[in-house]
Nanobody
């Protein structure tokens, strides 16, 4: 499967953005999906994952209550709705997929990665 992330941009603190991850192929519904991010000078970090049906989600503590992950299997697309954005959310956001029912917070467990989309939050 090929993944393409989009929707990043520049937003003021407190604002919102919605990221999208479009997948090619007909088996998107059999992939657990996730979002990761990498800030300048920092390691890549896990943000959220969603299982292949969309019935189960998981978030890193720093985004709980502010970010919502979702997917539309009919459209082969995953989303990340980000609200109450903070300057520390500034990073390149990557979507990732693995051919398993459940996601994990470990980047190495994902087989497919999108190219990343830049999110910049100004203070």
């Amino acid at each position: 499967v090929q993944l393409q992330a989009s929707g990043g941009g520049l937003v003021q603190a407190g604002g919102s953005l919605r990221l999208s991850c479009a997948a090619s192929g007909r088996t998107f519904s059999r992939y657990a999906m996730a979002w990761f991010r990498q800030a300048p000078g920092k390691d890549r970090e896990f943000v959220s994952f969603i299982n292949w049906s969309g019935s189960n989600t998981y978030y890193t503590d720093s985004v709980k209550g502010r970010f919502t992950i979702s997917r539309d299997n009919a459209k082969n697309t995953m989303y990340l709705q980000m609200s109450s954005l903070k300057p520390e959310d500034t990073a390149v956001y990557y979507c990732a997929g693995r051919a398993k029912e459940w996601g994990t917070p470990v980047g190495a467990s994902y087989d497919y990665w999108g190219q990343g989309t830049q999110v910049t939050v100004s203070s």
